[in-house]
């Protein structure tokens, strides 16, 4: 169970990210504490011990799992989570060995968060009533990809792995149904 009067560190270099989650930690009575790299996480670990901490994996000069390493050394008693965007078997077990008592990968909300802190298990969601078709789940996938390539049919292409031209095909099509 987590105290009203705890602290939280969240360290992501995503300013706002970390500045939604203070916003939702805060709202939630929870003192917190914020930091981009490495060094401002110890910084403010050392400073003021949180007793929660959450550490995106991915951050520049370091990896997310020297951070709880050093987090969990300077205190062991600290619940520490790994979030990311980029999530593996590989890092989550390395996650754990490094110290996190949980994984989770982006978007994660600060209620699922604060399960993950306590150790409850999220409750199962409902299978789906239906199972969209494979040229729905293909439709998605590829303005999924355009999104993330901000409109660059060509890029998005080349990501895809297909021709241009097929690819322009496939977008005038209209989306097909579930």
């Not at 602290?7 to 939630?28: G, H, K, N, P, S």
């Not at 050392?46 to 300077?74: F, I, K």
């Amino acid at each position: 169970m987590i105290a009203q009067s705890e602290t939280i560190l969240l360290v992501d270099d995503d300013a706002v990210f970390r500045e939604r989650l203070t916003r939702a930690m805060e709202a939630r009575g929870l003192l917190v504490l914020t930091a981009q790299d490495r060094e401002s996480a110890l910084s403010a670990a050392e400073d003021a011990p949180p007793q929660l901490a959450v550490v995106d994996l991915r951050m520049p000069n370091t990896s997310g799992l020297d951070v709880v390493r050093d987090l969990v050394e300077l205190r062991p008693d600290m619940k520490v989570i790994v979030l990311t965007g980029f999530g593996s078997i590989a890092t989550a077990l390395e996650a754990l060995r490094a110290g996190a008592v949980d994984y989770l990968t982006k978007p994660a909300d600060a209620d699922q968060i604060l399960a993950a802190l306590r150790g409850e298990k999220p409750p199962e969601e409902p299978a789906p009533r239906s199972v969209p078709s494979l040229e729905r789940v293909e439709w998605e996938h590829i303005q999924r990809v355009l999104s993330e390539c901000e409109g660059n049919i060509s890029q998005a292409a080349r990501v895809l792995g297909i021709h241009r031209r097929t690819l322009q095909r496939k977008l005038a099509n209209h989306p097909p149904s579930r």
